[in-house]
């Protein structure tokens, strides 16, 4: 017999107390609400991830196809020409129209300085001049007096300077002449001694030629008698024997004569040496004679020294003319120099001169910036890759935040920063450490709005550059 369990007994079921009220279908264990909680939290976490994945490529795309396409450096900065303002002379400053930060044009006058004692000096250089230029006219005066009044004797003197001058050409020409005909004759004796040694060499060959042709008609001489030869063969040694005596009587002769010819040449020597002593001595009589004639040409007048005087007179106050000239042209610019003007246009900055003050050459008085002005950007050499001149830019600067300017790609400067520093690094040591280097680049405005804000050297600006 089975029990009843507890389920199929309605008598076993609990029931609840009077005092709890009964529970309805909607309220659940705590353990399930927290599970759901969970669940709701994974559900936002993973709807929140997907917003920021979404959010991230929304914008991390285009940020990468940007960065691909353009480089950008906020180390960067407008630079401009400055021209620096000193004066050329030492004087006391005696106004100052302009101000701090005016723009002037080419020509304006920036400093006026006192130009008195510059103004008294070339009153002094024009009264030079004026004196100088009256004794240059009293010299020509006197020189053409002096030429007009020469007497004919000087032309007669002056002529036999010429033909003196002319013996004296003449005695070279033959004192040379002389020369080479020395040169000559000894070579000749020089040729003659080398005739002589060929032919004692010729006697010394032929003798041993006949000594050996005269053994052998000996020797078949001899044979002869015991009928080993035959008589044609002696007889053919004794011409043999007979020919080598004539050729060496005979190269005897030609040493005689060779020694003639030598005896001969020395002579020839003599008489060259000869001709040219007395060439010589033509030449030092022809210069004796020119020394005469000069001191003839002295004696009879001095027209030709006064005239020379009177020329170097002319000549010496010919550079007395131009000196005082210079010293004149001299005096006019150290007076124009008291009024310095701008060279340029642009804006005057850092003036530091005022009315009363004593300046001196070289000492900066102020400063002009031109108005044309461009971008000095250093860029990281790694951005370099793709950049090249003519590249478009667009430039923002700090100080004007709403304006974007245009512009382009100058020139790549051929070395880093570092590189032209006071002190360049010294890679080549053990302690190195590789840093990326910056590259200045300039950047020339392009298109500049009618409207456009003023620009400072040196302000900061972040240029940007499409590469691709």
Known sequence: MTEPTETSSPTMRPTAAPSEPARTGIDKPPVATAAENGRK???????????????????????????????????????????????????????????????????????????????????KYKAMLEQALAAGQGSRYALELTKKTSPAALSQARAQVAIARASIATAKAGEAQAAAAFDQAQAQVAAAIAAIARAKADVVADAATAVKAAADYRRYDSLLKTGDVTPQQVDSYRAAAESAKAILAAAGKIVLSRRAELIEAKAGVEAARENRVAAGAQLMQAKANLLKTLAKQAAVNVVPQQIGQTQSNVSGSAGRIDEARAELEQAQLNLSYCTIRAPVSGYVTKKSVEPGNYVTVGSTLLSIVRPNMWVVANFKETALTHM?????????????????????????????????????????????????????????????????????????AVPEVKVR
């Open 41 to 123: 939290r994974k559900k936002i976490f993973l709807i929140g991830g997907v917003v920021l994945l979404i959010v991230a490529l929304a914008f991390g795309i285009p940020w990468y196809i940007h960065s691909e396409k353009y480089v950008s450096t906020d180390d960067a900065y407008v630079r401009a020409h400055v021209i620096y303002i000193s004066p050329q002379v030492s004087a006391q400053v005696l106004a100052v129209p302009v101000l701090d930060n005016q723009y002037v044009k080419k020509g304006t006058i920036l400093v006026q300085l006192d130009p008195r004692d510059y103004q008294a000096a070339l009153d």
């Open 388 to 460: 090249k001149p003519n590249d478009p830019t667009t430039i923002s600067i700090d100080a004007y935040p709403q304006y974007t300017f245009k512009g382009y790609v100058q020139s790549i400067q051929a070395g880093s920063g570092a590189e032209f520093s006071l002190l360049p690094p010294e890679n080549a040591t053990g302690n190195f450490v590789k840093v990326v280097q910056r590259v200045p680049v300039k950047i020339l405005f392009k298109d500049l709005p009618k409207n456009m804000p003023y620009l400072a050297a040196g302000m900061s």
